[in-house]
């Protein structure tokens, strides 16, 4: 049972214009949420995290947007440039429940960025 | 600063086979985390080390285990590999195992 689910395979951006990754779950008792970026033969990076006390964090480019009634959270990058193409995974933990702060993984998006 | 290293990159087994996999954190972390990542999904939690203690364990079977040294770095154990076992095998250090987790480049086994 995927407790954390990226249904879109790939995505593909015109340079400038908005990204969107969306990332939905079914455990309730997540609580933090977080986006890694991943290129080729190089490990996952954090780029951006949410608690679920919180609807919206920014950082630069990047805002992550969190619906819990809707269990479901957005990447947003704006403006999509080259360098961003790589693969999106968005993870997710239960932080109350886990005291090894276990992160539940999507399969990811692979985002495309076309120039 | 160095970030983390795994070694080795890549590795080839055979099937029954045993195999070893090592990881050196950050300067400073002393919390590790193992994840296994198969082709076309996201990583899957193994062990996370904390102080040298096992911390938290995922879904594995018991052919897989793991320690952590007195310098934190640690070893990934997995015996009688199976073709299943093929996966990138990501570690991740951490300076108390509560996020803030920084990832090294794997190490890609292939088991034929």
């Known amino acids: 049972d995927q407790q954390v689910k990226q249904n879109s395979p790939s995505l593909s951006v015109q340079e400038g214009r908005i990204s969107i990754l969306n990332c939905d779950y079914t455990n309730s008792m997540f609580d933090y949420f977080l986006w890694y970026k991943k290129y080729p033969a190089e490990g996952p990076t954090f780029l951006i995290s949410?608690?679920?006390i919180k609807d919206k964090n920014e950082d630069g480019r990047f805002t992550v947007f969190l619906n819990k009634s809707a269990k479901h959270l957005s990447l947003h990058i704006v403006p999509s440039q080259p360098g961003d193409s790589a693969v999106y995974f968005c993870a997710a933990s239960a932080r109350l429940l886990d005291s090894n702060y276990q992160l539940i993984w999507g399969a990811g998006t692979k985002l495309i960025i076309k120039p | 600063d160095a970030g983390v290293t795994q070694s080795p990159t890549h590795l080839i087994k055979t099937r029954g086979q045993h195999v070893t996999l090592r990881c050196s954190p950050i300067?400073?972390?002393?919390?590790v985390s193992w994840y296994q990542q198969v082709l076309g999904q996201g990583p899957q939690f193994i062990f996370q080390y904390y102080e040298k203690e096992e911390r938290g364990r995922g879904n594995f079977p018991d052919r897989f285990s793991a320690r952590q040294f007195p310098n934190y770095s640690s070893e990934l154990n997995v015996n009688a590999l199976l073709l299943g076992d093929s996966a990138l095998y990501l570690c991740a250090s951490s300076l108390t195992g509560n996020y803030g987790y920084t990832f090294g480049s794997g190490t890609r086994l292939t088991v034929v």
């Open positions: 949410i608690s679920s």
């Open positions: 300067s400073g972390h002393k919390s």
